[in-house]
Every structure is written in structure tokens, then in C-alpha cells.
């Protein structure tokens, strides 16, 4: 009786005796399992050649805490009549894959398990399709038999996976870490005539082949095969059917290959592997791989049920693994369970409500995963655990996933939820994602459990979270109210100032305290415009933490020179630059000096002209930290405001030209900020400003070459608040004081245009006959021309 004979034979006595109890619900033996699956089989290939023993077929599926940990309750049938089958692997969390002859023709499979009651099946059935690879831990010693590498196969235990594969072939684990491991491949080789054929194995370290159960062909040397020998059989005539062929490989560390390759006459002769090819996946007996198309739990309406699969792996800065899951609902029936709504917990605190969701842990483990299908009249759950952590071939080949692939994930996090270390993690990605709003998201929950950080750590956050608590931006400043705004900006100033305040108190080196005391000083300057206190905290950083040469110091000073510059006491405000410029920071010559500060403003104005606004902001500092004493001269002030203006922030803008001008009337730069004001205010129609920009430049600066460009912007100020006469009057003087000038053109037409607007027809067209007659080529001449056609009498 062979093997099959058997297990069919102890299958039906088993399934006889226990038939009275088991005939309910449809399930007729089956009544005490809780959970079947049905299992679609596709048909054979068309061409495929008649072989001995039976077909398979191959299926893989959770068990959601139903199996019992060896697989006994396991059962299967095929077209109502039971099946041979045997255990492939029982996975983490019981996810098991099975391979069972197909003993009667037909296109459906059941499995059926969760019985704690029953007992395994006994059977040594063996499946005679396809290739099946398993690999274990390599636990040491020496391998020089056969003998020594089966027992040491036997010893290698808990396996770390086992599945179908196309051949026998890989440079890696595909269930593990790709070192001490071994590999235990069989194959069914079908051939459809008789056939003379040399093997030869590919293997690093060690390896073994036997075909038909007899040794063939053996490697025992540690480093692997080499590149210019062959490791081959003898020719070997092998009848026409199925032949198992069976490779032991050890592989103890570096480079990892298992392969086997054939020749018989006439093939071809490849390059790649010499005479010798990789067997081909067509060469051995097809297997068949079924398909999950239905789920019960039995008593259940809905029979809850997902899928999960590990889909990537980013690696933050320090190695860290993030590991990204998909997870898809596959409730049966569907039609019942769309009608439900979905709710995740994925084991680490958070949640999702998608119907097929992505989700990123931050840290590999296991997790519970819960789905649970919410009804208006039930709820129905199931559990599956999952085991997040490397995807062995996608590591091991380098295919890793970017830290932004997830920022839209992580935005979507419950942080308050995760336990501490998940938020330790997920601040760090939002650090690296440099996304302040996700940043402050997950690390206010973080900085709630101090407690939990050593003193080092929390600083470290303290000051990370502060920082963007206190820069945070509204979602939409546009339809935001601007009272709105500010009391809310307020608000994060303040509670930054907690943050630094409660890390100050846990802070032990000098250089954090000193960190702590400039970044409380800045909020106080820069944030709620209160100098006295910001003086305070500049001046307790030199008095408290000051140390020779400390970065902190050398700041706090210059910080101090811009409270004094702000305040207008431009002497004091130089003194602190000075300061700060005496403190070395470097032992440049003064050649490389000169030229770093010549080229710091050309590399802004180039970044800025570019939109590459952060860099043109880091350039500036840079400037500003190397050569403090500039702040006062008044050009870096000028570029930082026009790169406010280019980013849309006139509030800034407005703040960097008033500070310099007010601080430093004598800065050689003052007439051109006094402008830049005016062409801020005139472009955005606050011409009482721009009236008084334009004056005090006038007033200020008389010397200035740009009074007359101050006149100009007079002039159209006028002419926009509608007071013709005095527009008139500014362009007409501006023209008669420099008949020749470059702004000559500009005003007359101003000057036209303020007549004309004011009713004054005549006086416009002497005007602009004048702008034709004296500026003829210009274009101002030209628009002059289309307005004298529109004025002169027809």
C-alpha cells in the first residue's frame, strides 16, 4: 500500500467514526471546526504531459488564532471527498501554507481547522510537483559527509521558512539573515523521455547534490565552488518520468549562492554558466498554486478575515527600521462586509478606519493586529498577530524604501497612544522629514512623558519640539483672521518658553543651559518683541554659562547687538558685535577672509533670485555669524529684506529695513532701504507708508543718488491718493531739476498723467509734447505718444 493508499485509508476511518457527532451546519463531519476556506484550483496547463502520482496544489492563508500550534486540526477536501496534504510551514502568528494532492478531479478545495479537539492526521505523504526550498540555522561544526550534513540539518532547529519556488537557485535567504544558515531544496525533475544529463552545483560554502536519493555531485570546501572549475556529476541516464532532485547547502558567511545547473547533448552551450545552465522552472513537475476565493467562521453572519503583507523597510540616519505593512480587508461575504465599517488597531496605539490601509511601526516586533466590522446591529472581529521587521530578500538585495515615502502615513498618527519608544522613533523621522507640523505632533505627547527620558534626551527634545512650537505655521494663513493669528502665534511663543524653561531645570552641561537661556532670549525678540526681557536672557547666558570661545556665548553677544540695533543705541549694539567678532572662531588668513565676505552677498542675491530661499537664508546666517560687525553696515539687512519680500513676509521685510535705518542712519545702505520701504508700501497700497518712506529718504539723504527715484515714488503716491496737483508739481520739478537725467522721461509722463487725471487737458499735452521733444526714443516718449492721440481734439 503506498503512502497515499494510506493516509486516505486512516483519513476516512477517522472521519466514519467521528460522523455522528460532526453532522451540523452544513459542514457535515466538519461540524466542530470552527473555520473553513474555500480554495479555487485552476485547471492544468493544456500542454501538460501525463506524469505519475497526483497533481498538487499550493495555497497559503492566516489562521487568526484558530489552528491549533502544530497544524493538527488541520483538514482537507477536494470535491467533497478528502485529500492527501501536507504542512509546509506554520508561519508567525499561524499563518500556514499546505500543499494537498488532488485525488478527485475538481476546481474547489476546502480547508477546514480550528478544533481544539481533534488529532492529527497520521500520514507520510509526500508531494511529487514542483521545487520546495527550506532553510534553517546553520548551528556549526564540521561538514565533510553527507552523513555530517544531515545531522546537522537535523539539529538546525526552529526552521526559519518554507515555500514553493521556481528553481533551485538564489544568493540569499529568503526566510532569514543570509549568513549560518542552511538550504534544503527538492525538486521534481519531469522528463518525457529518456534523457543522459550532467549536473553541476553553484554553491558557497559547502554543498550537496543527490538525484533519484544517490549523490551526484558535493562541494566541502569552505569559500565555495570556484569560478574556473566545474563541481559536476557524471552523466547520468535518467528515464522518462519524475526525478527528485535534492541539494543540502551550508553557508556559514559572506557570499551566499545555491544553484544547480544541467547539460545533456545538444543543448546549447551558454556563456554565462560555460556549457552548464540553471535548471529552468519549465523543467520541473508544474505545481499548482490555488486561490482563496471564500472564508467561514462558522455561527458567523460576516466572517471577519484580512490579509497583511510586509511591503517596505526605510532606514533612518542611525540605522533605525521603520517597516511598512499593507493591510486588506477579506471579510466574506464581501457584499455583507462592505456594508460594514472598518476599524483598525494595529497593536501599537494607533488606528485607521480605511478599508485597506497602509501603516507604518516604527520599530520591529510583534503586533496584535485587530480589524473589527461594525454593523448597525453587530460587531464582528478578528485577530491576527504580525511580526514586523525585515523582509529578508528585499533587504538583502538593497531595496530599501525613503523616510518620505511614509510622511504621508505618519501625519495620519494617533501619538498620544504609542508607547514612548515608538514616539522617541517617530520624532526622530519627522526630524529627518524636516516636517514641523508632524514634529510637533508627535513629540508634545513625548515631552509629557519626561519622566520617561534621561535628562540628555529630554533636552534634546525640549529643544527640538520647542523650536517648531514655537515657528509653526497656520494650515491656511490666507483665510485665517490676522487677530486670529497673532494671539495663536503668542500662544506657541509661550509655550515654547515652558518647554525651554522645564528643560533648563534638567539640563546639567554648561553648553545646553547657555543653548536653553539664547533660545528663551530669541523667543522674547523675535517672537513677543519684548527687548528687556530678551536683554535678560542674552546677558544671563554671558554672566551664568559664558565659557572662552563657546559657540552659545558668541552668539548671545551678537544677539545682544541686535537688541541694542532695534533699540537704536548704535554704539552699544556695535560694542556687542565687536565682541562677538574678537571671540576666533576660525585662523583663516585675512585674503580668505576678505573674499568669504565678499562673496557672501553676490551667493544671496543669486539664491534668491533663484527661489532657493532656505539657502539664501543659511548664507545669511552665515554671514551674519562670521562677520557680526556687518549687521550694522546695513547690506546684509537690505538682502534679508528683499528675501523677506520674495517669500511673501512683509512683516519682516518691514522689520529688517527699519531696524538698520533706525539703528545706523549713518549706514551707507539707509537711502536704499528707506526705497526698498517705499516700493514695499507702494506695492501694497499703503501709501501713507510709502509717502513717508519716500519723504524721509528725501530729508534724511540729500546727498543720495537716489533722491531722485524718492520723488518718483512721492509723485505716484500722489498721484494714486488722487492729489494731481502735488503729483504733478513733484514730477515737473524732478524733470526741471535734471532735464537730462534718467528719470527725466519718467516724471514728465507721471506729470502728464497727473494732469490728465486732474482735468488739466491743455497742461497734459504741453507736457507730453515736451516728453517727445526732449526723450524721443524712450519708451516713456512712446506711451507719451498713445496718450497725446487720446487727448488732442479730433
Known amino acids: 500500500m503506498n503512502a497515499m493508499a494510506r493516509w486516505l485509508t486512516t483519513a476516512a476511518a477517522c472521519l466514519v467514526a467521528s460522523t455522528g457527532a460532526l453532522g451540523a451546519e452544513g459542514w457535515d463531519q ?63 502568528g499561524g499563518h500556514v501554507s499546505l500543499v494537498a494532492g488532488i485525488s478527485t478531479p475538481s476546481d474547489t478545495m476546502h480547508v477546514y481547522y480550528g478544533n481544539p479537539a481533534a488529532k492529527p492526521l497520521s500520514s507520510d505523504w509526500e508531494p511529487q510537483r514542483g521545487v520546495w526550498l527550506e532553510t534553517r540555522p546553520f548551528k556549526g561544526g564540521e561538514i565533510r559527509t553527507l552523513a555530517q550534513a544531515r545531522d546537522a540539518w537535523a539539529k538546525a532547529l526552529p526552521a526559519y521558512g518554507a515555500a514553493p519556488v521556481q528553481q533551485i537557485f538564489h544568493g540569499l535567504n529568503l526566510f532569514g539573515p543570509s549568513d549560518n544558515y542552511m538550504s534544503l531544496y527538492k525538486g521534481w525533475l519531469a522528463l518525457d523521455k529518456e534523457t543522459q544529463i550532467t549536473f553541476a552545483i553553484v554553491v558557497d560554502d559547502l554543498g550537496f547534490l543527490l538525484v533519484d536519493g544517490a549523490p551526484a555531485a558535493s ?59 540553471i535548471i529552468p522552472p519549465q523543467a520541473f513537475a508544474p505545481l499548482r498554486y490555488g486561490k482563496l476565493v471564500d472564508y467561514e467562521v462558522r455561527g458567523q453572519a460576516v466572517s471577519a478575515d484580512f490579509a497583511s503583507s510586509n511591503e517596505g523597510d526605510a532606514l533612518l540616519d542611525d540605522g533605525k527600521m521603520l517597516v511598512r505593512f499593507a493591510f486588506k480587508d477579506t471579510s466574506r461575504p464581501a457584499n455583507r462586509a462592505l456594508l460594514c465599517q472598518p476599524s483598525w488597531d494595529f497593536g501599537d496605539g494607533t488606528t485607521s478606519a480605511e478599508r485597506d490601509p497602509s501603516h507604518v511601526y516604527l520599530r520591529p516586533g510583534d503586533y496584535t493586529v485587530t480589524l473589527t466590522l461594525k454593523s448597525q446591529s453587530a460587531a464582528y472581529a478578528v485577530r491576527q498577530k504580525v511580526r514586523a521587521g525585515p523582509a529578508y530578500a528585499r533587504a538583502a538585495a538593497g531595496h530599501w524604501d525613503k523616510v518620505a515615502d511614509y510622511q504621508r502615513i505618519l501625519q495620519g498618527y494617533q501619538f498620544d497612544k504609542m508607547a514612548t519608544p515608538d514616539l522617541l ?80 531645570k534638567r539640563a546639567k552641561d554648561v553648553a545646553a543651559r547657555a543653548r536653553l537661556s539664547n533660545e528663551k532670549g530669541d523667543i522674547y525678540y523675535y517672537y513677543l518683541n519684548d527687548l528687556e526681557q530678551a536683554e535678560k536672557a542674552y546677558g544671563r547666558t554671558l554672566s551664568q554659562h559664558a565659557q572662552t570661545a563657546d559657540a552659545q556665548v558668541r552668539l548671545a553677544q551678537i544677539r545682544l547687538g541686535d537688541v541694542y540695533r532695534t533699540k537704536g543705541d548704535a554704539p552699544a549694539a556695535l560694542k556687542a558685535y565687536a565682541r562677538a567678532a574678537d571671540m576666533p572662531i576660525h585662523d583663516r588668513t585675512e ?65 529688517q529695513a527699519e531696524e538698520l535705518v533706525r539703528g545706523n542712519k549713518e549706514s551707507e545702505y539707509a537711502d536704499d532701504l528707506l526705497l526698498f520701504l517705499a516700493d514695499l508700501y507702494l506695492g501694497d497700497g499703503q501709501l501713507e507708508q510709502a509717502l513717508d518712506a519716500a519723504s524721509r529718504l528725501l530729508a534724511g539723504y540729500p546727498a543720495s543718488e537716489l533722491q531722485g527715484e524718492a520723488h518718483l515714488r512721492r509723485a505716484r503716491v500722489y498721484l494714486q491718493q488722487a492729489k494731481h496737483d502735488e503729483a504733478a ?46 526723450h524721443p526714443t524712450t519708451p516713456e516718449a512712446a506711451e507719451g505718444l498713445r496718450m497725446l492721440k487720446e487727448l488732442r481734439p479730433r
Open 219 to 277: 562541494w566541502t570546501q569552505l569559500g565555495g565552488t570556484p569560478r574556473d572549475q566545474h563541481v559536476a556529476s557524471e552523466p547520468l541516464t535518467l528515464k522518462a518520468g519524475l526525478h527528485p532532485i535534492t541539494l543540502v547547502h551550508i553557508e556559514a558567511s559572506g557570499a551566499q549562492a545555491a544553484g544547480v545547473a544541467w547539460w545533456t547533448p545538444g543543448m546549447p552551450r551558454g556563456q554565462k554558466f560555460l556549457h552548464f545552465q
Open 591 to 655: 585674503g580668505v577672509q576678505a573674499a568669504r565676505r565678499g562673496s557672501f552677498p553676490r551667493t544671496v542675491e543669486d539664491y534668491t533670485s533663484r527661489k532657493l530661499y532656505k539657502e539664501a537664508h543659511e548664507a545669511l546666517d552665515e554671514w551674519d555669524w562670521e562677520f557680526p560687525t556687518d549687521k550694522l553696515v546695513g547690506y546684509s539687512s537690505l538682502l534679508r529684506a528683499r528675501l523677506a519680500a520674495a517669500e511673501g513676509n512683509q512683516k519682516e521685510a518691514v522689520k
Open 30 to 92: 466538519y461540524a466542530a471546526w470552527q473555520a473553513r476556506r474555500t480554495v479555487s484550483i485552476p485547471a492544468p496547463e493544456a500542454k501538460q504531459p501525463k506524469l505519475p502520482d497526483l497533481d498538487c496544489v499550493f495555497v497559503s492563508f492566516p489562521t487568526a488564532e484558530f489552528l491549533q500550534p502544530d497544524g493538527a486540526d488541520l483538514r482537507v477536501e477536494i470535491g467533497g471527498k478528502p485529500a492527501p496534504f501536507k504542512i509546509v510551514d506554520i508561519g508567525f
Open 729 to 774: 508739481k513733484e514730477g515737473l520739478d524732478l524733470a526741471a531739476a535734471d532735464p537730462d537725467g534718467p528719470n527725466a522721461p519718467k516724471a514728465l509722463l507721471l506729470a502728464a498723467k497727473a494732469q490728465a487725471a486732474g482735468k488739466k487737458r491743455d497742461e497734459a499735452i504741453k507736457t507730453l509734447e515736451r516728453l517727445a521733444q526732449k
Open 425 to 504: 522613533v517617530a520624532t526622530q523621522a519627522a526630524a529627518e522629514l524636516e516636517d514641523p507640523t508632524l514634529i510637533v505632533a508627535a513629540g508634545r505627547p513625548l515631552l509629557e512623558r519626561g519622566g520617561e527620558l534621561d535628562d540628555a534626551a529630554f533636552v534634546h527634545h525640549c529643544l527640538l519640539v520647542g523650536r517648531h512650537v514655537r515657528d509653526l505655521k497656520p494650515k491656511d494663513p490666507e483665510k485665517a483672521d490676522p487677530q486670529t493669528v497673532e494671539r495663536n502665534a503668542r500662544d506657541r511663543a509661550e509655550e515654547a518658553l515652558r518647554i525651554f524653561d522645564a528643560a533648563e
